[in-house]
């Protein structure tokens, strides 16, 4: 990573450490539980100047009445689910303007000042079962008895999951207001980006990850939009039951569009354990549909368990990985990404497992720096895009006729004629076997050598097979050979002198110059959507970080520069001077139909 690229994330990190802090200043809300046997006595407290939540012990009865008759107490919030249910208590404050705001499944709540429905300040509809979450009190009277009546509606759980805030009228409007605009900001934005990646993927029709972006923007979009407070503002005659399903169901596809996003915007060595994370996501999703909305508090609990699981997981994935990239660079949008990951993970743990008096502004802000952040992946990915495709195009401008001319160099050509000549005097089978392997690797090099056209695996191996029996005549068996090759992938496509290079690398600059025992491993196996290629030699080796890789050429920066343009391919190299070198290539499984006879001359 450039030094240009830890100045940019720095500039982020302190950016969003700043929004934070000016976007939190004057929300605190005081966490002292303030009620005590059905009693608060506020007099004496902060509450003219601060939120204050009434947690504590309310008196309780499970029905629905005016006036609790009688001493039986329950903490508030309460989570248990109870059909109906009266908690009440007694508040004395000071002289001022007060607002309270009702928890957020104001659906269910029904607030009752001595025993008077209270008049709403901001209501979902007029009328109907969804009632007040935001209720001015009289400033004439600074004693009071208040009464939170909870009503069950079909299939749906009332336990009060949030406290129940008081506290100056001017505190409680500009809270209520910027939770309201940071869902309603949030959810604008998301449809920003949701745009931008649609039109972007119009325009490149081949790449998915534009596709995948817009699906991932659209499924945050739709399940902001249907939490309590917007949908019911926006779509007043929606059930409640039908909003919060689509908001999980949203929130678990948007998790799979993420992680075909992540596979698409950096080629990762652990898509497959992605992709298998997908699939439990797919069936919560049905799940969701399926089951009555009773059972739906433990079903959320545990389903949102898995998500941060995996994302968990994954943030862990993708720090080791960038450790793992240090000596070759950072790739910026996946560093940006992996940045976007731990804020969002954070924010979404405070959201679901750590209650806290402020945890809707903290989870709201974070979740702008979240967007944010992944807004910018955009213009980054299409510029590393853009620069890469036309490095691509450079380089195999410049050096597609080095490149074809350099495959058969003359001292090799001259050695092998040589061993052909002298076999001939000595061992005539030998030599025509010598020869006919010459004329398979020589053919293959003109055939494919200036040609965009895949081949199949089987083709490549076999002209490798003649290459190294080449080399063995040559150096007279002075290297092993070990093969692990999945023979069902022979009709696989794979760009033509993709791997040979790297097996010619290891044996002249690797094997060549070293002593004693030689080995050369080749191995290809089936992962399922893609392929493994890994080549490794137990020659001299080198040192990545201080031995300089050319842009152009034969070998290692050949094939590192071509596979950069192949989609879903990685390429890694580890080597150690001493040691030796492994290379380990993986690339898409496509099968070739109709595959030409590689011994057809015609």
């Known amino acids: 990573m450039t030094r240009k690229h830890i100045g940019l994330m720095l500039v982020i990190i302190l950016v969003a450490i700043t929004s934070g802090l000016v976007l939190t200043r004057g929300q605190t809300i005081d966490s002292t539980a303030t009620v005590t046997r059905g009693s608060a006595d506020l007099t004496e407290s902060q509450v003219t100047e601060h939120i204050t939540r009434l947690d504590g012990t309310w008196r309780f009865q499970s029905s629905l009445l005016d006036a609790v008759d009688r001493q039986s107490y329950r903490n508030v919030p309460h989570v248990t689910p109870h059909a109906t249910a009266t908690y009440e208590v007694d508040v004395a404050l000071p002289p001022g303007q007060y607002a309270l705001r009702v928890p957020q499944n104001h659906p269910h709540v029904r607030i009752l000042i001595d025993g008077e429905p209270a008049d709403p300040v901001y209501s979902s509809v007029k009328q109907g079962d969804r009632q007040a979450y ?57 449809c920003l980006i949701f745009l931008f990646y ?66 698409r915007l950096e080629r990762v060595p652990y898509e ?54 240090k000596s070759t660079g950072y790739p910026l949008e996946f560093l940006i990404f992996t940045l976007a990951m731990i804020i969002g993970y954070i924010g979404q743990t405070i959201n679901i497992l750590i209650p806290h008096p402020n945890q809707d502004t903290y989870t709201s802000i974070l979740s ?64 025509a076997r010598l020869l006919s392997h010459l004329s398979t690797y020589v053919r293959f090099i003109f055939e494919n050598g200036r040609t965009d056209s895949n081949i199949t ?23 092993t050979i070990i093969k692990d090759i999945d023979d069902s992938l022979f009709n696989v496509e794979v760009p033509p002198l993709l791997i040979q290079p790297l097996v010619e690398n290891a044996l002249r600059h690797g094997l060549m110059r070293k002593g004693g025992n030689k080995r050369l491993m080749l191995a290809v196996q089936d992962l399922g959507s ?73």
């Open 134 to 190: 935001l209720v001015l009190l009289d400033p004439h009277s600074s004693d009071f008895r208040l009464t939170m009546q909870v009503s069950g509606s079909t299939g749906r759980p009332t336990g009060l999951e949030d406290s129940l805030l008081i506290g100056p009228v001017n505190n409680m409007l500009t809270l209520q207001n910027e939770l309201f605009s940071y869902d309603f900001v949030n959810v604008l934005i998301a």
């Open 198 to 263: 649609a039109i972007v993927s119009v325009f490149h029709r081949k790449e998915s990850i534009y596709l995948y972006g817009a699906g991932f923007f659209f499924l945050i979009a739709l399940s902001l939009l249907t939490r309590d407070q917007i949908v019911f503002e926006f779509i007043p005659v929606m059930a409640y039951v039908v909003a919060h399903k689509v908001s999980l169901i949203a929130v678990l596809l948007s998790v799979c569009m993420l992680i075909e996003f992540a596979i």
């Open 272 to 325: 497959r354990f992605l992709r298998l994370a997908t699939y439990p996501l797919y069936v919560l999703s049905a799940v969701a549909i399926i089951i009555p909305y009773a059972v739906h508090g433990w079903f959320d609990y545990a389903a949102w368990i898995y998500v941060l699981f995996i994302a968990f997981f994954w943030t862990g994935l993708n720090i080791n990985w960038l450790f793992e990239r």
């Open 368 to 431: 702008l720096i979240y967007f944010v952040l992944m807004f910018t992946l955009l213009p980054v990915h299409l510029s590393t895009d853009k620069r890469q495709k036309q490095e691509v195009q450079t380089f195999a401008a410049q050096s597609e006729i080095s490149f074809f001319n350099a495959q058969i160099k003359p001292h090799f050509l001259y050695n092998t004629f040589g061993n052909v000549i002298a076999l001939c005097y000595t061992a005539p089978n030998e030599a």
């Open 457 to 479: 695996l089987g083709q490549e191996l076999e002209m490798i097979d003649s290459y190294l029996s080449i080399e063995q005549t040559r150096f007279n068996d002075a290297f």
């Open 530 to 602: 893609a392929i493994e290629v890994r080549i490794a030699d137990n020659g001299v080796g080198f040192d990545p970080k201080r031995t300089a890789m050319p842009t152009s050429g034969i070998g290692i920066p050949n094939v590192r520069n071509r596979i950069a343009y192949v989609p879903n391919a990685t390429f890694t190299l580890q080597s150690e001077v001493g040691v030796g070198t492994n290379v380990l290539i993986r690339l898409p499984k496509r099968e070739r139909m109709n595959v030409p006879n590689a011994h057809d001359l015609d």
